[in-house]
């Protein structure tokens, strides 16, 4: 079975500054999706970033970047220029394939400063 | 916002009573989901359904019910409220034809206390 590791059960940092969630994976699998979702205190989770396995290329949502090394299955992402908007829950997840479920990590608070 | 509503957004109930989560989609969406949330904690699939009259059970063992007879209608039902089963219950949908593969929308969560 797949598993989703996130090391960080908390991070805060200043606004402005850049910060990395960190996320592990365990698969068998060689191709497969990722994810990145947030959840903001009270308010619906979204989806932040989403990456195909196949594809080498990081994916990068205006201030939201992943590093994605395949071989050490490692998933982590970047915020930069970080606002008080971004804090919230962060949540990695992993997915074999289109018919199969999500598979979420613990989750990283994240809170951003003033 | 996503089109994904849940109702009641909290609930404070007694032992024994029997209560139903409502969750409603109006995008159409042949997928949905109800996750079992402890406040700042990881989520746990507890129901699943592709499709209507089309229900499975998740990786988290729930004494809660589904049923899907309708596309946009999946409601979760607990026949006899306990004390732990307080929790946050997020209902999520998402589009297996059409979309980001992967990309769940959730609603804003009901929030269960039982006494």
């Known amino acids: 079975a797949q598993t989703v590791t996130q090391s960080q059960p908390e991070m805060s940092v200043q606004e402005a500054e850049t910060v990395t969630l960190s996320c592990t994976y365990d698969?068998?699998?060689?191709?497969?999706?990722l994810f990145w979702y947030k959840q903001p205190p009270s308010r619906q989770m979204i989806l932040v970033i989403r990456?195909?396995?196949?594809?080498?290329q990081n994916a990068t949502e205006n201030r939201f970047s992943v590093n994605f090394q395949k071989a050490a299955k490692s998933f982590s992402l970047k915020i930069s220029d970080s606002q008080l908007g971004d804090t919230a829950m962060y949540f990695c997840?992993?997915?074999?394939?289109?018919?199969?479920?999500?598979?979420f990590g613990q989750g990283t608070r994240l809170t951003i400063n003033p | 916002e996503a089109d994904i509503y849940q109702t009641p957004r909290y609930l404070v109930i007694g032992t024994g009573k029997k209560i139903t989560l409502e969750c409603s989609q109006t995008?159409?969406?042949?997928?949905m989901y109800w996750y079992q949330q402890d406040p700042g904690m990881e989520l746990h699939l507890i129901h699943y359904?592709?499709?209507?009259?089309?229900?499975e059970k998740g990786d988290l063992s729930s004494e809660s019910t589904v049923s899907r007879i309708r596309t946009e209608h999946f409601p979760l039902t607990l026949e006899s409220a306990r004390p732990s089963h307080t929790s946050q219950y997020l209902c999520a949908s998402s589009d297996s034809g059409q979309g980001i593969i992967g990309e769940l929308f959730f609603g804003e969560g009901s929030r269960l206390t039982v006494l």
């Open positions: 990456q195909e396995a196949y594809k080498q």
């Open positions: 995008m159409g969406h042949d997928k």
């Open positions: 359904s592709y499709g209507v009259n089309s229900t």
């Open positions: 997840a992993f997915m074999k394939h289109a018919r199969e479920k999500l598979v």
């Open positions: 698969t068998s699998e060689s191709n497969y999706y």
